[in-house]
């Protein structure tokens, strides 16, 4: 069974839930790290008032008992302590003006201006929806709490056959990080001494200031984040047909995460301006297959061809404004301007973690589907098979 996971939930509702299926039978997750990846997607320089408000823990509904998982679907449920702001504006039934009294009016009137950059005028056009707070609850950001969650589980399986995905910031507006060749999972711990998520300590320097600079005019910032996984074996994804190529359901996973708008693989921009003899990396044969350069960043044919895995995510400046942009309103057509709710400068560290999340669970889907198993020990029994099968190994030279 293939890995495959749901999310539900609104922005100011009780919470988000998720429902994963296929994780094996007696996994045991790791409840720390799920609390420190959830911590780590709130964390970050520029990030809005809510997060001061939201302390947020994952409850796992189903699929596990006492500490290991159970063979069913795992469900959980990220709580939002906001609710408790919004009550009955969020219920899931009618409800008559007597039960909205005393709630804000601010969150209990019907929203008519969509705001650019969102999913606002689309999303009422589509969903013939009277009230563009129906999609910008579902369409928030805040969804990426139970991704962030799911990818925790999703690592803890790929622990168990050597695989670690990491995230980390290279570029906030005008200001990026050196260039990056060989890095190794140690480096990554020098992100906890870090406010914006980036390696390089004056660039993540430079960055709360270019943060701060955005924040006096009122506007927002965008980046570029990257993941790296390490550890993983040539021949995860498959070339045989597109559903299965394992670069495409990464970039897919990439952009479906809010805000994002593009994605590299390697050097991959990069390439498109040099010919081949200068991008593609040569294979030596000593002890193992490798090679010495990665601009292919781990992928080729749709499969991981044993160098670690380089994914490049561009994300745009938030759209939400202090000083909010021109639109029309959906009853009278008027000119207008957009809705303010609370917002980010830049979210630009809580990009970095989400896509650490997602490229984690695309990566665990291909495994899942390589080396298969109902019980964690087949699973990784099927990985050593198949490390002893191949001309590779993680300590190759």
């Known amino acids: 069974m293939s890995l495959s996971f749901v999310t539900s939930g609104q922005s100011h509702g009780p919470g988000i839930v998720a429902v994963v299926s296929g994780l094996p039978a007696g996994l045991e997750p790791d409840r720390a790290r799920l609390r420190r990846d959830l911590a780590r997607r709130q964390a970050g320089y520029g990030r809005s008032p809510r997060q ?29 302590k906001d609710h408790e702001n919004w009550g009955a504006a969020q219920s899931a039934w009618a ?26 005028l689309a999303g ?45 910031v290279v570029r906030v507006g005008s ?19 870090r406010q914006v998520g980036c390696l390089d300590a004056a660039a993540d320097a430079a960055m709360v ?12 910032l965008g980046g570029i984040v990257e993941v790296r996984a390490f550890g993983c074996p040539p021949g995860l994804g498959s070339y045989a047909s597109e559903e299965l190529r394992l670069d495409a359901r990464i970039a897919g996973a990439a952009l479906s995460i809010q805000a994002m708008k593009g994605v590299e693989i390697g050097e991959g921009w990069d390439n498109a ?16 297959y490798r090679r010495d350069t990665n601009r292919a960043g781990g992928l ?3 499969m991981t061809n044993g160098e670690p895995v380089i994914v490049r995510i561009a994300m745009k400046p938030l759209p939400t404004l202090m000083k909010p942009l021109r639109t029309a309103a959906l009853d009278t057509h008027e000119p207008a301007e957009a809705l303010v709710e609370r917002s980010d400068t830049t979210a630009i560290w809580a990009a970095a973690v989400v896509a650490e999340a997602v490229v984690a669970f695309e990566l ?31 300590e190759a030279p």
């Open 52 to 80: 001061s408000i939201e302390t947020d823990d994952a409850e796992i509904l189903g699929g596990m008992r006492h500490g290991r998982l159970i063979g069913g679907p795992v469900a959980l449920i990220v709580r939002n």
């Open 95 to 120: 409800v008559t003006p007597k039960e909205l009294e005393g709630i804000a009016a601010r969150r209990t009137r019907t929203v008519v201006v969509p705001r650019p950059g969102h999913a606002d």
């Open 124 to 168: 009422v056009l589509k969903y013939d929806l009277p009230d563009v707070r129906d999609v910008l609850e579902r369409a928030s950001a805040r969804e990426t709490s139970a991704r962030v969650a799911v990818g925790a589980l999703c690592k803890d399986l790929l622990d168990r056959i050597g695989i670690t995905v990491h995230g980390h």
């Open 175 to 193: 200001v990026a990080a050196p260039a990056y060749g060989d890095l190794a999972p140690a480096d990554f711990a020098a992100l906890d001494e």
């Open 209 to 220: 200031e270019e943060i701060e600079g955005a924040k006096r005019d009122k506007d927002t």
């Open 273 to 288: 301006a040099k010919r081949g003899s200068a991008v593609h990396d040569e294979l030596r044969y000593e002890g193992g």
């Open 300 to 302: 080729e044919g749709g």
């Open 364 to 394: 665990a889907r291909a495994a899942k589907e390589k080396f298969g198993g109902d019980a964690i020990e087949d699973f990784v029994a099927a990985h050593r098979h198949y490390l002893a099968r191949i001309p590779w190994s993680p």
